[in-house]
Every structure is written in C-alpha cells, then in structure tokens.
C-alpha cells in the first residue's frame, strides 16, 4: 500500500549489517524478555561495547576490577553526561547480571546520580505556534497528540488504531515496562487524527512508516527541529518538551500531582514532583489552598 506521507528524514544509504556475536544476541535476547524498549536495548548494549572497546577485549573476558576502573574512569575523565554514564553503567550491570549470571559486589557499590537540571517548558502560546508550522498532517496529528496526552515519542509512534476509544476519549498507551495506561484525549485532537486517518487509512498502527512499521522517531524528532525553527522558538526543546510542558500545564491548571502522575505513567511520584519546580504559578495554587484552608478556622 502507498501511503501519502514522507519521512522528514532522507533515505540513508544502506549499510551492510555485520550480524552481532552470539554473546550480545544474548543480552538483546535477554532484554526483551525483560520487556525493556527498543531505545534501552540499543544503549544498553552500546553501554557494553563501550567497554569492550576500551579494553580491547571480549566483555566475557572483562574481570570486576577492569569495570570498576572503568567507571571511575566514566566519572572521572569521559566528560560525559552523567544520563550517559547511568545508560552505560546500567548496561553493563544488566549484561554481567543477567546475561552472566555473575553477582559482582561492585554492582551494589556504585551509584551513578541522576543530572538534577529542569526541563525545558514551552508555553501554551509556544506550542501553539510550533504545531501551526507543521503542514503535514500526519506529523501534526503525532506532535499535537504527544502534548495533548503527554506522550512518550516512542508510545505514540508505537499507537495502534484500536488504541484510540471515540466513545470514551482515551487512549490506551503501553508504557515502559510494559505498563498500560488510559490518557484522555480531547475531542478536537481525535477530530485532527480523524481528519489524518481519512487521508491514509493506516493499519495497525495509527503512524505508518515504510514497510508497514511505525513511523520512525527519528523523523518525528526532524519534523520537530524544523518546526522549531520556523517558529523561532529558541529555547532549548526537544519533542520530549511537550510531554514536560503538558504535565506543568496541568500543574498550573490545579491538578495533583497524583493524578500527573496516572496521566505520564510514572512509577514514582517523585519523577512527577520536579514539575513543582517549573512553574510560578505553583505558589498561587498553594497560596490559594492555604488561604482557603485559613478561611474555614
């Protein structure tokens, strides 16, 4: 089937594939079973190349001591991010556990803290204007739908058709972890994706690529940048800014963390809670709720 749609992307030139070693199959085998997304698995077993590459050796061959030197060497001299490090280290801690079955001491040592910098937020008027810049309708469909419900790239790039409810406006979502969540979803939005699907009619997944496969995150990120650009929009944003500008949207709006925290699908509500931290208007609602607590005495 044809499809009206193109990628953002250019086509790559297609390189040959050199087919993985049995030892990293087995981890990727591994980390499906464990249901982990396909992101993880790529940076995770990267994480485990990397340090291959720099011992030069088979990770099977790696004693703990060579991974404890080489974490201190991540922390110390990389100049990486420590969001890389945490991906690098947790790869390897999945591959010597998991795929090893070996229980280092080391593992229960390190602690790789997570960066403490804030999102980026763009305001209501920003989204606004981005998603105007955006003529084509699929991509306007999945980057209005990612704000509109605080999606992950790869939860709305992965929707199906049937994943959309008209009848009760929700979407099921299949979350990290393998985690469902229903996310309501407004009526102008599903009239949009309605208008998109007409045009189409793609089938399973609402976002079709090539080859029947979702489109790719890849050339939803592009669509984006350019969006960006159109709009001069100079913050520092990426498509992940619009499922941190939904969330501190509700936030203003007076809806509880809790319920934030339902509508992301995040285990934690302390992944939630830094949304606090993002909006002035935080103090209002909470100047507001203690004056009309103080009303009632």
Sequence with gaps: MKHLHQDYTKKPVKKKRSKPSPLRQRMLEDMELHDYAKSTQRDYSNGVLRLARYYKRSPD?????????YIIFLKKESGLSLDAIRSIFYGIKFFYQKTMGV???IFDIIRIPKSKHLPSVLSCEEVKKLLSYIRKPMYRSILTLIYS???R???CTNLKVDDIDRSRLVVTVKGKGGKYRNVPIHEKVLDLIGQYWQLNRPYPYLFLGYRGKPISNASVRAAFRDACRKAEIKKKATVHTLRHSYATHLLENGVSIRIIQGALGHS?????ARYTHLTSKTD??????????MAKL
């Excluded at 061959?61 to 030197?69: A, G, L, Q």
């Excluded at 934690?268 to 939630?272: A, D, K, N, V």
């Design 61 to 69: 061959k790696i004693t703990e001591d060579e991974v404890r030197s």
């Design 103 to 105: 229980d280092w001491k």
């Design 149 to 151: 419900c605080g999606l």
């Design 153 to 155: 790239i790869s939860e």
């Design 268 to 272: 934690s509500s302390r992944s939630t």
């Design 284 to 293: 209002e609602v909470m100047v507001h709720a203690v004056n009309q607590m």
